[in-house]
């Protein structure tokens, strides 16, 4: 309810958006995913199936959460001429899974598919590229192909596109590159994150490659003003757990904001921090929340100046003017 939105629409402003690459990119994603997904799990022998589900059985995986979501990525290992079994030992021995709620999750994390062999790249940087066993297939092939070059044109596409306006997330971020808006907005485009989503780069993604472009942005938004670069160090001294946070950047700009216009900026930060711990969700929004509040209670006073107020008094009164010289007694003129 919170998103939807009644206002009326042209018909030729929907046709618009319907063909729009923006609007059609992240479908796109999904669905060459989706095919390369499928096309793994049908070409992939039934022999290394069945040693792929025997260990997660022996890892205790099978029951988890997240184990559809590694097993169909193994089979694309698989499917690049890969040991899939010793992907799994691989990203298994990067640390301990003792306390992880779904481990599965874990080690699909850990399992990067843009580093796994393959003829070509994915359509974007944080995307896998089709498997060498289907690209030369007759089968899957020719149809995965269209996708990733469909896919690819859809993102050059939304990079060349231009917007009327600056977008929503970015209206705190004045002084960006528009190279940097643009790469932020293929991201936003590519993950179908909406527009009532403030954060620059949108929900934290956990895959490997995804998270890696992810951070990336993140990093560029954090050193892409000198007022964000100052106070994101500031922010994550003060709250660690904000570090890497997709609304870091802007939280720092508004501080920049506040010490630009005379408030006590580091005051207020700290003030805020001291209210209690923030929310598991949207901590960076939370912080800046209550530091909007403070600055509405905080705001810097105005300098004084003595003045000095002429006096509304009479001026003392001054003597008629002389209409000669000054009498000294009767005189006689002749």
Known sequence: ????????????????????????????????LDAIGFAAERHVGQATKDAIDSAGQVLGLAEADAWPA????????????RDPNAALA?????GSLETARDPAAVLDYRLDLTRISSRTHG???????????????????????????????????????????????ARHLPEL???????????????????TDLRPTGPISWAAAE????????DQLEI????????VPRIVEAVPTLAGDPRLPVLAAKLATLDQTGYDAVRILHAATRRGPLPDDHPAD?????????????????????????????????????????????????
């Open 1 to 32: 309810m919170l998103e939807r939105d009644d206002a009326p629409v042209s018909v030729t402003t929907l046709l618009a958006q319907a063909d729009g690459p923006v609007r059609l990119l992240g479908p796109a994603v999904s669905c060459y």
């Open 211 to 218: 998270r890696r472009a992810q951070r990336q942005l993140g």
């Open 90 to 94: 691989q990203v298994t021995g990067f």
């Open 177 to 195: 590159d528009p190279s940097l808006v643009q790469d932020v907005r293929l991201w936003r485009a590519a993950h179908n994150t909406p527009d």
């Open 224 to 231: 892409a003003e000198a007022g964000i670069r100052d106070w």
């Open 70 to 81: 590694l097993r169909s990525h193994l089979m694309l290992v698989a499917a690049n001429g």
């Open 286 to 334: 939370a912080l800046g929340y209550r530091i909007s509040n403070l600055a509405e209670r905080m705001a810097p006073q105005p300098s004084s100046w003595e003045t000095y107020e002429p006096s509304h008094r009479p001026p003392h009164p001054e003597p008629p003017p002389s209409l000669g010289p000054p009498s000294h007694g009767p005189s006689i003129s002749f």
């Open 123 to 169: 359509p974007l940087p944080w995307l896998p590229g089709i498997p060498t066993q289907l690209l030369t297939s007759p089968e899957w092939g020719p149809y995965l192909q269209a996708r990733h070059a469909f896919t690819e044109e859809l993102a050059l596409q939304t990079l060349q596109a231009t917007e009327a306006e600056t977008p929503g997330w």
